[in-house]
């Protein structure tokens, strides 16, 4: 088989960011992406099966969990599928680090 010359697009979306959108995002990614440790990872996690343990509403245990970063793979198809607004609502900060020109 031989490679094609044009390669196509990666995205299967169509997604239109507005500027407001892009403020939000923006806004978003300072506050969302930060880094934690791994022993805060686990804390966190910890710290979730106890809420959950105790009987917990789902919402309180996410909101436990949203500090973690998301995977930098499964963020980056993500994006790729389903466009920006697939992923702001999560920690991209281990994405920016192996895909910094894609977020």
Do not use: C
């Not at 990614?29 to 959950?52: C, G, N, W, Y």
């Not at 973690?68 to 790729?80: Q, R, T």
């Amino acid at each position: 088989m031989t490679r094609p010359k044009i390669m196509p697009e990666f995205s299967i979306t169509k997604e239109v960011m507005t500027d407001e959108d892009w403020k939000l995002y923006e806004q978003k990614r300072q506050t969302l992406d930060v880094f934690v440790s791994e022993d805060d990872q686990f804390a966190a996690i910890e710290k979730a099966e106890e809420l959950k343990a105790q009987g917990a509403s789902k919402e309180e245990v996410e909101k436990v969990l949203d500090v973690l970063p998301g995977d930098a793979n499964v963020m980056l198809s993500l994006k790729h599928q389903f466009g920006f607004k697939a992923v702001w609502d999560f920690n991209l900060s281990e994405a920016k680090e192996a895909y910094p020109d894609e977020f």
